[in-house]
Every structure is written in structure tokens, then in C-alpha cells.
């Protein structure tokens, strides 16, 4: 892991930053694959900074922060007691939201915020790790392959006016 990639556990304080940081990554990585309407729709009603910031504290939510240079460079927001299809026996924890800034895709981050989650599911006990990612997102689906997940299903997920198909994808901790 780079020595220049910090990752801390966030908290209220952070909010506003991820909050920020949410919209910011959320746009630039899926506008240009949707609708101006539709990617409007969804940050007005659905990604709302007022509802990104209520995120950060709330019980159940983890947040870690990834720094490199001093400069926030990516979040991950992990959910416990998540469950979807078959892991509802288990105890798994999910990836409810996982962003590298745009500039920082490729240095790095990604690989240490996984490692990270990795640990923090291992040090909690959790049986799996879970998250749905846009079937259309190849470069996600590969970073996510490439550290173990599998696909095990499939649900809707709701981009403006536009249901879109997320695979779901888990790996045993």
C-alpha cells in the first residue's frame, strides 16, 4: 500500500466534505452516461447534500476517509446489518458507496480503501462483504472482481426516471 494513502475513520465533522465529495464523484463518473435529466433528477431528490450529510453519524453507517498529500482523495460508506437476497442468515456488512475522486483514479486509492474494508469486516466479524454496482460500470466491476467479489444477484436502481440494473456482488470474509 502507498505510504502517502491515509485512511481514517470519518465522523459529523466530516460530513459537509463527503457530502461534497458524494455529489462531485457521483456526477463526474455517471453524466456522461445518463440523462441531463435524469442525473438532475436524482441529485435534486435522491443525492441531496442535506441527506448526504445526515448519512455521517447515523447508527449502522461507517465512514472511512481516504487522504494522499493532505487532500481528501476518496470515502467508502459501509453499512452493517445490510442484507440483500441470501445473506440474509449471515452477517454481512456493505459497500453502500465507495468513491475515489475522479483526479485519483489509478494512484492507488481504490486498492487502500478495499484493503481497509477488508480488515474493518474482518475485525468485525462479518461473514461476507456486499455491494451493487451499475452492470454497465466494466472498470468497477473488474476493480471489484479482481479483489475476490462474485455476483450473486441482481436489483433495481433508480437514476432519475431511469431503473437501472446493479449487480450485486459479495466476498466471504
Not at 14 to 29: G, K, N
Request: proline share 2%.
Amino acid at each position: 500500500m502507498d505510504n502517502n494513502i491515509n485512511i481514517r475513520l470519518a465522523d459529523k465533522d466530516d460530513a459537509e466534505l463527503i457530502a461534497d465529495m458524494s455529489r462531485h464523484a457521483f456526477y463526474e463518473t455517471f453524466a456522461i452516461q445518463n440523462t441531463t435529466s435524469d442525473i438532475e433528477k436524482f441529485m435534486d431528490e435522491q443525492f441531496t447534500r442535506d441527506g448526504l450529510i445526515a448519512e455521517v453519524g447515523t447508527p449502522g453507517n461507517i465512514f472511512l476517509l481516504a487522504y494522499t498529500e493532505g487532500k481528501p482523495a476518496g470515502y467508502v460508506r459501509l453499512k452493517q446489518n445490510s442484507f440483500e437476497h441470501d445473506l440474509a442468515a449471515l452477517n454481512p456488512i456493505e459497500i453502500a458507496r465507495f468513491y475515489a475522486m475522479p483526479t485519483m483514479i489509478g494512484k492507488g486509492i481504490g486498492k487502500a480503501m478495499m484493503i481497509h474494508c477488508i480488515e474493518l469486516a474482518q475485525e468485525n466479524k462479518n461473514d461476507f462483504i456486499w455491494l451493487g454496482v451499475w452492470e454497465k460500470n466494466e472498470r468497477a466491476i473488474r476493480f471489484y472482481t479482481s479483489f475476490g467479489f462474485t455476483k450473486f444477484g441482481e436489483h433495481g436502481f433508480l437514476v432519475g426516471n431511469d431503473l437501472q440494473n446493479d449487480w450485486l456482488m459479495k466476498k466471504a470474509v
